[in-house]
């Protein structure tokens, strides 16, 4: 089984900036997509950046330009740079990693979600 814990989340200003970190454990055999998705009450979860194991990008258009994914596969770790906060970002921010566990099988994990506020 693997575990995603995030960390980073909080209050922030609009116009200011956080950085999530999201880190994998458990039975790895190996991490493809890392990637972050946002969710607020009464909408679909939805993709904010996702990143492949070559450092392939893909972002959502409401991000690009403010915000960076980035990863650190020896560490398992991927991070979400939030820049130029808006408070439409306000959003509970949950992170996503598929790849293959133990005896090679699929995994698609969830984490556990970070609540992000942008408010004055």
């Known amino acids: 089984q693997v575990q995603l814990v995030e960390s980073g989340g909080g209050l922030v200003q609009p116009g200011g900036s956080l950085r999530l970190s999201c880190a994998a454990s458990g039975t790895i055999s190996r991490i493809d997509t890392m990637g972050w998705y946002r969710q607020v009450p009464g909408k679909q979860r939805e993709l904010v950046a996702d990143i492949t194991t070559g450092g392939r990008t893909n972002y959502a258009d409401s991000v690009k330009g403010r915000f960076t994914v980035s990863r650190d596969n020896a560490k398992k770790t991927v991070y979400l740079q939030m820049d130029s906060l808006k408070p439409e970002d306000t959003a509970v921010y949950y992170c996503?990693?598929?790849?293959?566990?133990?005896?090679?099988?699929?995994?698609?994990?969830w984490g556990q979600g970070t609540q992000v506020t942008v408010s004055s």
């Open positions: 996503k990693a598929d790849g293959r566990g133990g005896n090679y099988r699929p995994f698609g994990s």
